[in-house]
């Protein structure tokens, strides 16, 4: 049988989502938009977090680091930024 359910949504972004990752302890998630922007957030508060501006171009790849202090991101401007995901700043 489908049990699929919504646990929750997380508006933030101006444009379409292309990707989002959860943290190995499954506590953030991180995604990247058309709208250039990397957003983090608490999954069990369903907050964001912060916000990492930086890219001149949609971001179409994010994930964290596996002890989650990290998060990186690859967008259509050809750059793979490294953020710190305590400190919101880039690498």
Known sequence: ADTEVEVCT????????????FSSDGKRAVSGSEDMLVKIWDADTEVEVC??????GGV??????????????????????IWDADTEVEV
């Open 10 to 21: 997380l508006p933030g972004h101006s444009g379409g989502v292309y990707s989002v990752a």
């Open 51 to 56: 916000t990492l501006p930086g890219h001149s």
């Open 60 to 81: 179409y790849s994010v994930a964290f680091s596996s002890d989650g202090k990290r998060a990186v991101s690859g967008s259509e401007d050809m750059l793979v930024k």
